[in-house]
């Protein structure tokens, strides 16, 4: 269920804009702690000299993304300056790391250092003493004081913080400015019709309207929410259920998935979709194959990196028929870096996270993927050489309104499970939305 109020959320979201505007001190960046990556060990408490190995389970395997460059530079550093350390990187696409991690969860051999998503999504993990408290590891060398103020909430429970997220994002709407040309289309939609226009205009040029890998279902949901965000007038649907006020037949919900379903039969999506991870779907957008992509912020620097760097824009996804503000959006605290409970070298593991969060915000300054980090960074983004989508994308953050997060991070994993495969069949076949609903609330009422 909801770990925390919505509102403390908005409030970090609002001050990660803020943090990326600080004085410029180009590109000898420092974390606020003032560590420098390139001499700095794990902090002189070594737990002893002995040769350890540290597996690393992680989420970035992509080597053209600049997060992949940030982990490699940091874990090779560390080792250099720690002879004795190994760290084995077990690297997966998101949804293969959350099925892996659940068989691994059921025989309590949860990797040294693994990945979480906050709330709902973590609760388990953390219920069944799988996670090893953190609070020792964000007290040291100042790491606390790094995080935006209350984003450590997500991942916090009686107390004790479980897991240090690698961002603090919104989803945005990124497009094409040249197939939009190319389209005819002369600015960004605002409203549904707009869009669903925009998107048919796009499809009668050979353009795929919409990236997308859906093999990673976590996708269309998350489009999917942006949608009901916006014809529920607002945030707190998910919460009115919880709270008994809404039930899934609401009228809120079966419209957004009409629309949804709209998008499906104009031929908004690649063929195939479901066949296509999340990886792979965003490689469409950023090879210049797909005019638009709905995705997290998390994304602008892999977007800088690509072939379509330059010819980007974003917005905020449409209002529909009238309903929604376009300054609501949904929020996506990252996924978290956590420690086994069970670690065979527990202190070595804790001393390296401590390192490797410290310096985090850092190398990704240099490496121009600040936008959307949970951690202050030094540096003004236009001095420091950032695009200007980068600089777009980090002026929406200054009008966040309201907004809420993705379904898994808010409903207990088997509802979400449910809620998952339904949106991901709708790419398949065109369903009844009245059954689309009662399935949702089958699934609520069996898991209460």
Known sequence: MVQKPLRKTLSIL???????????????????SG????????????????????????????????????????????EKANPNIHIELDTLNTDQQKMKLKTQAASKEVPDITIVNPSAQMKPFVDAKLLAPLNDVIDKNGLKDTYQAGLLDNYSFDGNVYALPDGNNIEVVYYNKDLFKQAGIEKVPTTFDEFLADVKALKAKGITPLAIGEKDSWTGSFLFMNMLLRTNGGPGFLKDVVDGKKKFDDPAFIEAVDRFQDLVQAGAFPDGATSIDANAGGNIFKSGKAAMWVIGTWETGAIDASSVAGKVGAFQ??????KGNLNDFMLAPGSGFAISANSEHLQETKDFLNYFTLNFPKKQFENKNAVGLGQKVEGDLKSGGYSDLAIEVAGLFNNIKGGDLAFDNTMNPATAQVHLSSIQNLFVQKTDSKQVAEEHQAAFEANK
């Open 14 to 32: 609002m001050a990660g804009a803020l943090t990326l505007s600080l004085a410029a001190c180009g590109s000898g960046a420092k974390s606020d």
């Open 35 to 78: 560590t420098d990556s390139s001499n700095a060990s794990s902090g002189g408490d070594k737990a002893s000299d002995k040769k350890v190995t540290i597996t690393f389970q992680n989420i970035y395997p992509d080597p053209t993304t600049p997060t992949y460059k940030t982990l490699h530079t940091l874990v090779e550093e560390y």
């Open 317 to 322: 996804f449409p209002t529909i028929n009238g």
